[in-house]
């Protein structure tokens, strides 16, 4: 009996042991705030929406340590509409991310699923004050949408990180009949992270051919982005250049051929307050020359390490007949002007 005993208390010691080398996180965001639109040819928009300044989700994440410095992880996160409790798109159970992979402290990462592409995590980590969302987010204005946002289908490898440098590949397969290099992408960056200092280059390049039913051949899309930041502690200065050539997919407008710059400032006010400001300027450099400019602040306060509020406004100047609207995280908008009000709860 006393065997018994102590064999049963050993295997219920290994047994938690096992437990504690792996994990699973339930996570999320639920962002909603009130938008008012302004300049749109449908008239002014005033509207209660999800995912202003960070798209609003529900995700699971874990990892399990494999032994020997190896650990496997994944990712499984769906958008969600705050507003209305439906989700972001029709009929999807993970559609913002879906990747499983092994990763090693000294050999790096290995992915493969639904992913971030390096262009789109450089301008939002780096570049952009407003991290993609509020009513001031470079994707106004860079080429941020779509395809350039997330791929399906990709491999992606991440480096470790060495004396502040690190890299990321990513591939994803355009898994199209009778032609391999039919909707397939590229995306690589490098970067540098050290002390206030944060730079990061990053390239895209989108094949948007398909061949169902027949081959239609269309241009290929490459963007280049350069961003740096660097915290003066007083405040956080922000600088990116942009390169577009061709379309970044198949429903974006042909013969693309632009650049972008942004400026733009992040600095503490008081103990729990951020004020954000950015100046974006499109240059089109085909014949018909619709350029535009962003001008834009906000405003973002912590009430406790998950929870904040946010107000911002944005308005964007567009030449020779430019539509380029002003929308925040996850719209598009519909105006050339609009102001934000919300919260946000990260758990």
Same mark, same amino acid.
């Given at each position: 009996m006393k065997k018994s005993l102590i064999s049963i208390a050993i295997l219920g010691a290994m047994s938690n042991v096992a437990f504690a080398q792996s994990n699973v996180t339930i996570y999320g965001i639920v962002d909603a705030g009130i938008v008012s639109e302004r300049g749109g040819k449908a008239g002014s928009v005033t509207k209660v929406t999800s995912g202003v300044g960070s798209a609003s989700r529900l995700g699971f994440k874990g990892t399990e340590d494999l032994g020997g410095g190896v650990n496997a992880f994944f990712v499984l996160e769906s958008g969600i509409k705050a507003d209305t409790g439906e989700s972001d798109v029709a009929g999807s159970i993970a559609n913002r991310?879906?990747?499983?992979g092994l990763k090693s402290a000294t050999a790096g990462s290995l992915s493969l @699923?639904?992913?971030?592409?390096?262009?789109?995590?450089?301008?939002?980590?780096?570049?952009?004050?407003?991290?993609?969302?509020?009513?001031?987010?470079?994707?106004?204005l860079f080429?941020?949408?779509?395809?350039?946002? &997330?791929? %399906?289908?990709?491999?992606?490898? *991440?480096?470790?990180?060495?004396? @502040?440098?690190?890299?990321?590949?990513?591939?994803?397969?355009?898994?199209?009949?009778?032609?391999? %290099?039919?909707?397939?992408?590229?995306?690589? %960056?490098?970067?540098?992270?050290?002390?206030?200092?944060?730079?990061?280059?990053?390239?895209?390049?989108?094949?948007?051919?398909?061949?169902?039913p027949t081959l239609v051949n269309t241009t290929m899309g490459h963007n280049a982005l350069v961003a740096v930041n660097y915290d003066f502690k007083v405040a956080k200065a922000f600088f990116a250049?942009?390169?577009?050539?061709?379309?970044?997919?198949?429903?974006?407008?042909?013969?693309?051929?632009?650049?972008?710059?942004?400026?733009?400032?992040? *600095?503490?006010?008081?103990?729990?307050?951020?004020?954000?400001?950015?100046?974006? &300027?499109?240059?089109?450099?085909?014949a018909s020359n619709q350029d535009a400019d962003q001008w834009a602040i906000g405003y %973002?306060?912590?009430?406790s390490?998950?929870?904040?509020?946010?107000?911002?406004?944005?308005?964007?100047?567009?030449?020779? @007949?430019a539509l380029y609207t002003v929308g925040n995280n996850s719209e598009v908008g519909t105006g050339d002007k609009a102001f934000n009000v919300g919260v946000k709860h990260s758990f």
């Open positions: 991310q879906s990747f499983v @699923g639904r992913q971030y592409t390096p262009y789109y995590n450089t301008l939002a980590q780096v570049a952009d004050p407003f991290a993609a969302g509020l009513a001031g987010s470079a994707k106004n080429p941020a949408a779509g395809n350039n946002v &997330r791929t %399906s289908n990709a491999v992606v490898y *991440a480096t470790p990180a060495l004396n @502040g440098f690190s890299g990321e590949a990513s591939y994803a397969l355009g898994e199209q009949s009778a032609d391999n %290099s039919a909707s397939r992408q590229l995306g690589l %960056s490098v970067g540098y992270a050290n002390g206030p200092l944060t730079a990061r280059a990053a390239y895209n390049s989108r094949n948007n051919d398909t061949t169902a250049f942009g390169k577009d050539k061709g379309n970044f997919s198949s429903t974006a407008p042909k013969n693309v051929d632009s650049n972008e710059i942004l400026v733009g400032a992040t *600095a503490p006010v008081g103990p729990a307050g951020t004020l954000i400001a950015s100046f974006i &300027r499109k240059n089109d450099k085909l %973002s306060h912590a009430l390490k998950r929870t904040s509020t946010y107000v911002a406004y944005a308005k964007i100047k567009n030449k020779n @007949g």
